[in-house]
């Protein structure tokens, strides 16, 4: 029998197909892995569920990056546990820094699915692959940091104005723009060479990487990650505010809100309020609007007259536009908007008098421990001497410090409003035209608190009140998972708690209380019990030496002074009952299990706000080190949390 000649070239043709073909096969064929998939989720109708909330606060770039660890913690969490997903999140909600992480989450699916959804592990140049895995949250922090130093060009802004920050203080004068730069930088760490004077600009380049249309993308656009949870930014309106200079005017046009809970003209109070987002309908269609239960759908402005004359005293209703036109990035940026005081007459009257008034406490005795503390920042920096300087020769002539504070404040604005943006306001009847430009400004809702818990549980509280059918509410039970700057906790979230007896600066549900040592806000209780004591420790202790700035370098000579304090991440949960509080829509009854995640590193070390020309070095630096430690950490306490074993 003769045998055949085999031939191998069509068998081999067969394998280099094959391979060619196993990556997409894996990634759309037989071996495709079932994973959550955001466009999928648009069209699938859900059913009522649990209340679910997934908040981030302010604290700058130090929650955006660990708000990214929360959330991988949680997703992984949720594939550990089995019968939970990302669709069982019925409100998402965010402040300040909270903001440039959840607004990309929730707007970007690509960015959504890189968090939350493992992918294929390719090797030999992605022919091949082999398991999934999530994509390392230090590659996707690094990436964010180049994007946003390319993006962003807050440098330019004061450049233009530089001329007309010049500010006359007695017999002498300093540039207002240095002055602010130096805030920041004692702030913040890193300086920023100059003071931002739009922070809408500065908000929207920061976004712009991961949310290209964000300056013109509005809310009734469909959300394809996490269309059927509820959006929740938290803002505050501040009791005035510079507007446009008035014909005739040296100085802006100053306007002021009566408010609610003001009692007298140009009270300080600052008022919460914010924007809510969410799906009517598995179809998508979004409807959105304010949510302020002190003020209602409409407040009041009334303009005032400068010492001169100028300006008009007008008073107007206005209310927030009616119908869905609120973009998301002019709503981002006055959430997030950390230096508003700057824009509104009143805070700053009260900020300056607080700064001057230290000065002048700190000559009998010069104050050397705090000296000793701000030495660093002021070395080699001729304009806080000066600053220093001026002030103590003022102080030192018998003048009063509020004389000193009108001088300043005469200075201002200076070009310096725009970092409280423009509120979307507009008069409720008569003319369609506004009589100031802009109407009004927001600042931060950091201002009030930094949390959004207190706005995440009204509007929870409000949908079960008017029988949201989209939520189980019989039991009136939210849960609430929150990544909180530790930094910031001292500025009220004991006071979210019963503090009767304990801590005088914390007032009942109903009352006034100071927000720190400056301006007054309202009670900030929702709970009944007491602030809870059972906090456990899921980080190191860090007190690396930055890499990232030379001017981090200048701090270290402090950091034994503040680092004791500072003793690693930190996490407690329990389940709480809500008392009456108006001012946040809050009423009793309610209960929320909560579980709180607390970052705890100076801000000397982990930074607030960094310049553009330091993204890319500080996110690849630091930030980068951090979030895979955070997420580690977090995942095994959610993940009892998720089963209820905590």
Known sequence: MKLQKFSFQPAWKCVVLLLLLLPFLAKGGMFRTRSHDPEEESSTPLNARQPFAFLVSGGGFRTTTIGMSMARALSQAFEEVGNKSWEDVTHVGCNSGGNWFLVPFVYNPSFFAEITQK??????????????????????????????????SAEADLE??????????GTSSFDMGDLISLGVKMLNVVDFGSAITDWRKYTDDILRPLVPNVDSLTYRAPRKALPHATLIQQLALQPDAWVDRPEGGTNNQRVYNPGAYSTYPYDPINQPFSHVSKSQSATGDVVDGFFSPLFGDSFVLQGVKDKNGAGSKRQVEVRFPPESRTLVGQVSSLSSAAMGALGSPTLMRIALGELIGSVKRCLPTLCTEELAALAPFLKGDLTAYEFVEILLREINTGRDVPEIVEDVLDCLPNGLEGVAPAMPVEPTHGSSEPPWTPTFRG???GYIENSVIHSTLGTFIQSCEVGDASLLCEEKTIDIVLVDDGFLHAFGTECFFDNSGIDNRCRPA???MKRHVFWDIPSLQIFQERFPTNWTQYTKRRCWTPEYSTAAVQVQSIISYIQEKFKGSRWTSGTFNTVDNEAFGVKAGYKVRLLIFEINSPITLNPILVPPAEAKATFTGFYSKIVEEQADGMLPVITKWLKGEI
């Open 160 to 169: 233009e104005e530089s001329e007309t920050l010049k500010c006359h203080l």
């Open 510 to 512: 109903g009352e006034r």
């Open 119 to 152: 992918t294929d592990k390719h090797f030999f140049f992605g022919l091949f692959t082999m398991g999934q895995d999530y994509k390392p949250l230090k590659h996707m922090v690094r990436e964010m940091g180049q994007n946003y130093s390319q993006s962003a």
């Open 443 to 445: 600042i931060d809702g």
